[in-house]
């Protein structure tokens, strides 16, 4: 971590913060309602409520366990790409693909010019905020990702659905960095995938990135950072989040 | 010259009905432990039936099973072998999809049959279909292997003996050796070997040539023996430009390559000529934009001319299991379309006068 950073930010954190990615595993009652809204027997108020229920357990939870920076865990959504892709325009969702073993999900088409229509997570990080004195840290997926996790029917070509999620992305930063955010989180986990296209991926978090007063973190998983190394030290943010453990930690 | 309509191996196991959804919720309930093992063999069965049905609905002169069975393109071939254990989840190259990765334990060796029963079961099932107008003799089956380089490339070893790659890779390649003689027994007249990991990895080119040469020399020994097969290698996932001269140089009798990767590939293959036949993978199988039908036509007559052995195939970039259903069968009809569109201009262009 940029202690430096933190400090200019107002942060007093210990000399190694604990964290965590950004998801905590969904109540059985929540599971539930979230089906049950999907067949409308329960109100979008009603699966809200107990999405609130879920987070203050999970806020909670963190404290007593000493975390250091917090997640609001994430209650409110399913799929990482897909929760953005269903609420920005420009988007459809397709029939299901698989991801692996016995698990599906809807993949996200990009079949139109890609708007930011209002802030997105900005009232979830705030409310998890209120219910704690540590940080929380702001949470989106990063423009790579989510171009390299959906279809284009529209873009020409990948770097250019990439640009145009990039400035999308931004203004969903910038709206959490006015609402008091401190410390955002943009996971890139599919950077590695195509080290050619590294440069595509820094271009685009730095529109994510420059200019804006926050800690930013990017995060990413299931990689084989060493194709990407060093080059991905030229991202535009102050902390890198790798996960190691599915290599049996040869990656460190 | 004929132009052959293939499938690049997978299809989607899934659609958004509740009919389509039958190996879904099988596989769920046997993890609960409500349905039996021999549920989930009937519900995999009538998947396959239903993504033969849809090739060959579609077009498709020479189908595959659809790869319905399998996990994921590693674990189901190097999971049936001795001293081979399933590991954790790794991403599948560039794909948003995922394998789990193999652990020798020792050298890795075929104890049984690996894919022939599922080829069996997937060529009785085209046998028991109807021929559809315009196709009689002309449907054919075959069976997918992952090659061993792939394999031993996306493998690693607790054993130091099996720690070199080359040792790896010689060891799956004794066992599929041992298949593709197995499947040529079988009756199959065509296999498709999958490297993908060659085009990722190009500085181990001696080790998966060797290894490949194992298929290839089985290959022939089978033709000797009166069960003549054909073994097409597929590549895919990465830019086919800077291995395409060595690539065609192959002891194989069909070469897939992967257009969606480089533009200049067509320019590059009508260049240099193809001295076998080649499969074409110019529709991308893992984006739902359909193609236009016109643009791809030019391309496919383009290199036409230039490949040798009297035969192309025109299939999607790589396998469909990444596309939704409707999205898949839509891309194996634009194959259709594509070939009627160059035989249209092939029979304009024999009408000229001289």
């Known amino acids: 971590m940029s202690r430096e950073k933190l400090q200019q930010l107002g942060m007093d954190l210990p000399l ?9 595993p969904k109540p059985d009652y929540l599971v539930k309602a979230r089906a049950d809204f999907n ?5 979008a108020p009603q699966l809200e409520e107990l999405e609130r229920k879920a987070t203050a357990f999970w806020i909670a939870k963190q404290e007593e366990l000493g975390i250091d920076v917090l997640v ?17 325009p420009g988007f459809t969702t397709s029939g299901v693909v698989r991801s692996y073993g016995n698990r599906y999900y809807h993949k996200p088409i990009v079949t139109g010019e890609v708007r930011w229509p209002k802030p997105i997570t900005v009232d979830w990080w705030k409310y998890a905020q209120s219910l704690t004195k540590k940080p929380v840290k702001g949470m989106l997926t990063g423009p790579y990702t989510v171009m390299d996790w959906s279809f284009n029917e529209f873009y020409p070509d990948r770097k250019a659905t990439c640009m145009a999620l990039a400035a999308v992305i931004r203004k969903e930063v910038e709206a959490l960095v006015a609402a008091g955010c401190k410390i955002v989180q943009i996971d890139e986990p599919a950077l590695s995938v195509r080290p050619e296209e590294l440069a595509i991926a820094i271009e685009a978090m730095h529109v994510v990135t420059d200019g804006l007063d926050a800690y930013f973190i990017t995060h990413a998983c299931y990689g084989a950072f060493e194709y990407i190394y060093p080059g991905m030290l030229d991202m535009p943010v102050h902390n890198f989040d790798l996960e190691m453990s599915n290599s049996d930690l040869h990656m460190i | ?40 063999s009937d519900a995999e069965a009538a998947m396959t039936r239903r993504a033969v049905e849809e090739q060959v609905r579609a077009g498709i002169e020479l189908v595959t099973d659809g790869l319905i069975r399998w996990y994921d393109p590693v674990s189901h071939l190097a999971g049936k072998l001795s001293n081979t254990q399933i590991k954790g989840l790794l991403r599948f190259f560039d794909t948003n999809t995922y394998f789990r990765q193999p652990v020798l334990t020792g050298r890795p060796a075929r104890t ?12 009785n099932a085209l046998g028991s279909m109807p021929t559809p107008d315009g196709k009689a003799g002309r ?27 080359e040792a790896r890779a010689m060891a799956f390649a004794e066992a599929l050796a041992a298949e593709v003689r197995a499947l040529a ?7 498709q070997v999958d490297e993908p990991a060659i085009l990722k990895y190009p500085q181990d080119w001696d080790v998966f040539a060797r290894a490949l ?12 023996q009166g069960k003549p097969v054909k073994l097409a290698l597929c590549v895919y996932f990465n830019d086919c430009v800077p291995l395409y001269a060595k690539l065609s140089a192959l002891p194989v009798d069909v070469l897939r390559l992967d257009f969606t990767y480089n533009p200049k590939l067509v320019d590059v293959v009508s260049a240099a000529g193809a001295p076998m036949p080649l499969a074409l993978g110019l529709v991308d199988g893992r984006n739902t934009r359909l193609e236009d039908v016109a643009t791809v036509a030019r391309q496919v007559e383009k290199l036409l001319p230039r490949i040798a052995g009297g035969v192309a195939f025109l299939s999607t970039s790589s396998g469909l299991e990444y596309l939704p259903r409707e999205k898949a069968f839509a891309k194996l009809q634009l194959l259709g379309k594509i070939q009627a569109a160059v035989e249209g201009q092939r029979a304009r262009g024999a009408q000229q006068p001289a």
């Open chain 2, 139 to 165: 449907l054919g089956i075959k069976p997918v292997l992952t090659g061993p380089y792939t394999l031993a490339k996306l493998s690693i070893a607790e054993d130091p003996v099996m720690r070199p790659l």
């Open chain 2, 1 to 40: 010259m004929a132009l052959i309509l293939s499938s690049s191996g997978s299809y989607p196991r899934i659609g958004d009905s509740p009919e389509l959804q039958v190996l879904r919720r099988t596989i769920a309930a046997v993890d609960r432990g409500e349905r039996t093992p021999a549920d989930l």
């Open chain 1, 72 to 88: 609001d865990g994430e209650m409110y959504r399913g799929d990482m790409v897909a929760y953005f892709a269903e609420r920005l």
């Open chain 2, 213 to 224: 040469n194992s298929l290839a020399i089985v290959r022939q020994d089978a033709g000797r």
């Open chain 1, 39 to 43: 067949k409308g027997k329960i109100t």
């Open chain 1, 16 to 24: 190694f913060p604990t964290t965590s990615v950004g998801s905590f």
């Open chain 2, 112 to 123: 049984a049959p690996m894919v022939v029963d599922e080829y069996l079961f997937a060529a």
């Open chain 2, 185 to 191: 027994e079988a009756g199959a007249q065509f296999i």
